[in-house]
């Protein structure tokens, strides 16, 4: 298993920036693809973006490409996602988590280890 802790999260403007943080203590961090996912008050949780395990592959919904981007750090057990122009429908909760061996990269129901989430308000 591996336990995830967002952080990051915030009020910003519309058009500004936001770095967002998934960190572990567990020592099995470096072996677990990651997922952002998020979600708006009523609405179903909706894939983000995705990280390969040693970050030699990413994915990004359609709805951030251009904006969000993700990364990892494995010798400091986090996986990040800088939100670049935000807007205001990007408000959510957003969670990192972490799926299991076979797994789609965006399907919400393959990820079997969740953080807590971290709240992004964008004002307009």
């Known amino acids: 298993q591996v336990q995830l802790v967002e952080s990051g999260g915030g009020l910003v403007q519309a058009g500004g920036l936001l770095r967002l943080s998934c960190g572990s203590s567990s020592r099995t961090f470096s072996s677990y693809y990651i997922g952002w996912f998020r979600q708006a008050p009523g609405k179903e949780r909706e894939f983000v973006a995705s990280i390969a395990f040693n970050g030699a592959s990413t994915n990004v919904a359609d709805s951030v490409k251009g904006r969000f981007t993700i990364s990892r750090d494995n010798a400091q057990n986090t996986a990040y996602l800088q939100m670049n122009n935000l807007k205001p429908e990007d408000t959510a909760v957003y969670y990192c988590?972490?799926?299991?061996?076979?797994?789609?990269?965006?399907?919400?129901?393959?990820?079997?280890?969740w953080g807590q989430g971290t709240q992004v308000t964008v004002s307009s």
């Open positions: 988590a972490a799926p299991r061996y076979q797994y789609r990269f965006a399907d919400v129901r393959s990820y079997v280890y």
